[in-house]
């Protein structure tokens, strides 16, 4: 069964830094296109990051330079350091896998990590 | 970069009654890589179509995806009670590499 556990989150300053994890079982992440999507209160679904299975990695503009995914493969685990965090980085983190086979679209998501901004 | 829109912002209908939500792209998207989710509150959204048109796993044939290049359609056939939730369209390929629609919320009339 696949499974993907996220952690890390929590309350930090802005300015802070914060580093997420996500567990995976059932599949090796490194064969696979893991991202993470987040969710700010009210707001719509926002990709965050993505790191291929050859390792290059992409992100949106609102988090480029400050965000970086990265995955360890003894772990299983993919990652998503957090620096310069802003009050609109608040949201809950989603991480998500994706295959060739849905089109690399997102069909399997963990159950999300709350990240709050403030002072 | 690209920008899909989703319409309308919010669909009121009655169970058994047919939903179109639509999903359009500022420029076409790369070779179909064309998704809807259905999204629940205090659940992780759920992948319901993918490529513009084939249904994911487990997913009931009432749900269907159509359109091409910049313009597609999510189809409920008749709704169900589980039905009414927010539906997100996503692209892939295109820079971003990734993006979301804003959301449609289909809400029980």
């Known amino acids: 069964e696949v499974q993907l556990v996220e952690t890390g989150g929590g309350l930090i300053q802005p300015g802070g830094s914060l580093r997420l994890s996500c567990a995976a079982s059932g599949f090796i992440v490194s064969n696979n296109y893991m991202s993470w999507v987040r969710q700010a209160p009210g707001k719509g679904l926002e990709w965050v990051s993505v790191i291929y299975s050859g390792g290059a990695t992409y992100y949106p503009g609102s988090v480029k330079g400050r965000f970086t995914i990265s995955r360890d493969n003894s772990k299983n685990t993919v990652y998503l350091q957090m620096n310069s965090l802003r009050a609109e980085d608040t949201a809950v983190y989603y991480c998500?896998?994706?295959?060739?086979?849905?089109?690399?679209?997102?069909?399997?998501w963990g159950q999300g990590t709350l990240v709050t901004v403030s002072s | 970069e690209i920008v899909l829109t989703q319409s309308p912002g919010t669909l009121s209908l009655s169970p058994g009654e047919r939903a179109t939500l639509s999903c359009r792209a500022s420029?076409?998207?790369?070779?179909?890589?064309l998704a809807w989710y259905q999204r629940k509150p205090g659940q992780a959204p759920r992948l319901l179509i993918y490529g513009a048109s084939s249904r994911a796993t487990g997913i009931p044939d009432r749900f269907s995806g159509s359109g091409s290049g910049t313009d597609f359609t999510l189809t409920i056939s008749r709704l169900e009670p589980e039905d009414f939730a927010v539906y997100y369209c996503q692209q892939y390929g295109s820079s971003p590499m990734y993006t979301f629609g804003q959301g449609t919320k289909l809400e029980i009339k």
């Open positions: 420029q076409s998207v790369s070779s179909n890589y």
């Open positions: 998500a896998r994706a295959r060739d086979a849905y089109k690399y679209s997102f069909d399997d």
